[in-house]
């Protein structure tokens, strides 16, 4: 079945340091990506998607890009900040149907 | 904005009690999911819903049962809730886009976690 995978963590960086989260999906046909983050007590926030080969997803600062050939979509961020730091999922659908989502990153940020 | 709201933040139940976790969209949703969240295993789809009084099991269904009488709220329902059922749980609603059928646009609750003890 349809499945992805994201490094795992905890990832702790500095501020103003580059983050980049490595997520790889496995699935037939042509899914659409998302990058959700959930911050502390609170509920998944679709944070960046994209829906086909090549899409770029950006937002607040974060990116990802859709790479068919290498089934990847990493999410980057050239200077991550104290309020960046939440745990971070990968995710993809098909044709509307289910979320299938990775285990989480959590993102530490120190001042 | 579309609102999903889960009626209760934190809960706290007895092994054995029969739970009932309620979920409400207010922007007439088609689709609504189930899922629960646990630390190293991300989230897994439990039930998901296309339509009023349609149900469909999802990756973990086993201990579960779901009901949608109106098409606003998607309620679960822990038969004989259990100490492994101890988790996150969040609530889930998207819609189609009008007129390019492509699905995006899942919003979420802010989650339900239960402990039973």
């Known amino acids: 079945g349809d499945s992805v995978t994201q490094m795992e963590g905890p990832v702790t960086l500095s501020e103003e340091a580059c983050l980049t989260i490595?997520?790889?999906?496995?699935?037939?046909?042509?899914?659409?990506l998302f990058w959700y983050v959930q911050y502390p007590g609170e509920g998944l926030q679709l944070l960046l998607k994209a829906t086909k080969a090549d899409d770029k997803g950006s937002n607040k600062g974060f990116e990802a890009t859709y790479r068919k050939e290498t089934t990847s979509f990493h999410l980057e961020k050239g200077s991550v900040q104290v309020s960046d730091s939440a745990v971070y999922f990968c995710a993809l659908s098909k044709y509307g149907n289910k979320l299938v989502f990775g285990a989480g990153t959590i993102l530490r940020v120190k001042s | 904005d579309v609102k999903v709201t889960q009626s209760s933040r934190y809960l706290v139940k007895r092994t054995g009690e029969k739970v009932f976790l309620e979920c409400v969209q207010d922007?007439?949703?088609?689709?609504m999911f189930w899922y629960r969240q646990d630390p190293g295993l991300g989230l897994r789809l439990i039930y998901f819903?296309?339509?009023?009084?349609?149900?469909e099991k999802g990756d973990i269904p086993e201990g579960y049962s779901v009901s949608r009488e109106k098409k606003e709220r998607f309620s679960l329902i822990l038969e004989s809730a259990s100490t492994n059922q101890t988790s996150m749980y969040l609530c889930a609603s998207i819609t189609q886009s009008p007129g390019q059928g492509v699905w995006y646009g899942y919003t979420f609750g802010s989650g339900t976690r239960l402990t039973v003890v």
């Open positions: 922007m007439d949703h088609e689709n």
């Open positions: 819903s296309y339509d009023v009084k349609m149900k």
């Open positions: 490595n997520c790889t999906y496995t699935a037939t046909g042509y899914p659409s």
